[in-house]
């Protein structure tokens, strides 16, 4: 994993706005209508390119290729693994129902876009779920490399996602194991596929996590926090043992209370769950710490510190609101964290959650998004220029 001694490197957190005729193919396929695979694939090449050079001028040195090729941050994988099928509701959250007029204002507002719903009609879990070709995986790798080897030296380091074996054991409801465990177990073993194969190809893992945040008012909304954190160490073991072949610098962990913009009045404190995310066997972790419920928590590492070898990614752009930060608001954030982290070689800039974790759930417009990008680089240039500057 990339590190600096002379700048804040800039970063963020996978998903980017993807072109409304793709968005709308997505759509289409997610609600059973016949695409035609050729044009999907096309659509989604073309976007990968584009993506990146994106990137490359908002200034983001540590870059991806921003999920064009799938439909959504985890609901991609009902084409890559077995055992999925039916259909099902997602529990509403503990934050959403509290406020009835909230409420009705969000089921409208997405009941009017064009998207892939990360909420409602869900696959189950009704056979045994394994990985079904790693062709799938080599290929997205292969495309973005290739993408990667037009535009040398694009970013000082590429990453790909992919997903959580909790999130995916939440989000699509077990029908066939015995237990939670058997079914992280099998999850976490169709995964491993995935992120050796993510390394193998050269470039950096970020494995998305918002289940170890999220899932407590969601899943666990009803239940002692214990109970949420003793499944927050399971997942984490599953993660653990999914990444035994992955050297832990070469993997980062990405968690957060869910991307959406509502109250998150019921989230967990990240010091509740901290203990649990640091037996996770990474080289460090992606939080957001730009949104008005989570800001003030960068300050649990004072407590609970990184690992000596550990980064910490800091969201300091809100994925969630069309407001562009000020440079020197993004500067302020990028420095509180370095004091807490007490090195700035260690700390990188980034965003809270992605702009676009399921085709079309966006909340920034995409001209929008690169200007936060654009703010996102001057902030980490002028955050840089004092935390490294020279004594004289």
Partial sequence: MQRSTSKILTTHTGSLPRPRALTQLYALRSRGDAIDAAEIDRAGREAVAAVVRKQRDAGIDIGNNGEQQRDSFFLYL???????????????????????????????????????????????????????????????????????????????????????????????KNEHYDTLSNYLAALGRALQVEYEAIVRNGLLLQIDAPDLALERHITYKDKPVGEFVAFVEQVVATINQALRNVPRDRVRLHVCWG?????????????DILPAL?????????????????????????????????????????????????PEVVADRIE?????????????????????????????????????????????????????????
């Avoid at 959403?96 to 009017?112: G, I, T």
């Avoid at 998150?264 to 404190?269: E, K, L, N, R």
Wanted: hydrophobic share 40%.
């Fill in 78 to 172: 009902k084409q890559r693994l077995s055992g999925f099928g039916g259909s099902w509701e997602r529990p509403s959250r503990a934050d959403v129902d509290r406020y009835p007029e909230f409420k009705r204002m969000w089921n409208e507002q997405h009941a009017s876009k064009t998207q892939v719903s990360a909420l409602g009609g869900l696959p189950k879990a009704i056979g045994d779920v394994r990985y079904l070709d790693d062709r799938a995986i080599n290929d997205e790798c292969r495309d973005f490399n290739a993408v990667l080897k037009d535009n040398s030296g694009v970013f000082v380091e590429p990453f790909m996602s992919a997903p959580s074996p909790g999130i995916v054991a939440t989000a699509v």
């Fill in 259 to 271: 991307n959406s913009e509502s109250p998150h009045d019921a989230d967990v404190p990240l010091e």
């Fill in 278 to 326: 640091q037996q996770a066997h990474v080289g460090g972790f992606v939080l957001p710490f730009a949104n008005p419920r989570h800001a003030h928590e960068f300050k649990c590492f004072a407590k609970r510190p990184l690992k000596d070898d550990q980064i910490l990614v800091a969201g300091v752009i809100d994925s969630l609101t069309n407001f562009v930060e000020h």
């Fill in 336 to 392: 509180r964290v370095a004091q807490v982290v007490g090195d700035p070689s260690r700390v990188q800039a980034g965003t809270d959650c992605g702009f676009d974790t399921s085709a079309g759930w966006g909340r920034v417009a995409e001209d929008v998004v690169w200007a936060k990008f654009a703010s996102l680089r001057d902030g980490a240039r002028l955050a840089s220029e004092r935390l490294f500057r020279r004594p004289s």
